[in-house]
């Protein structure tokens, strides 16, 4: 079982969007740096967004800059990855991971992220 929970995935046309969900039932994601990552086949896991814990900073990953917003609900204890403008080239499963123990995120220093969820599957259709 995972500490995480992630949804929203699917198919989409190039050019279409989705919104990834990210909650837990046992953790209250205020508390914790949360991450998006992805992991295409045949590809290294890469880091896409994370927001602070701190004050809601939020990062993304040169490859998806302009495109996708990552937000925090406190009251749903939810995150979410929005997608716009999908292509090919962002189908990977997609995966939230929580830091519980730095208030700023980081998108290079994966094994601060102790916390995962089991993925989500993305597939978008040229």
């Known amino acids: 079982q995972s500490d995480l929970v992630e949804s929203g995935g699917g198919l989409v046309q190039s050019g279409g969007s989705l919104r990834l969900s990210c909650t837990a039932s046992e953790h209250t994601l205020e508390y914790y740096s949360i991450a998006w990552f992805r992991r295409a086949p045949g590809k290294e896991r890469e880091a896409v967004s994370c927001v602070s814990a701190r004050d809601k900073s939020t990062r993304y990953a040169d490859s998806v800059k302009g495109r996708f917003t990552i937000s925090r609900d406190h009251a749903k204890n939810m995150v979410y990855l929005q997608m716009n403008s999908l292509n090919p080239e962002d189908s990977a499963v997609y995966y939230c991971?929580?830091?519980?123990?730095?208030?700023?995120?980081?998108?290079?220093?994966?094994?601060?992220?102790?916390?995962w969820g089991q993925g989500t599957q993305v597939t978008v259709s040229s």
């Open positions: 991971a929580a830091d519980t123990a730095d208030m700023d995120c980081t998108l290079t220093n994966v094994r601060w992220y102790d916390y």
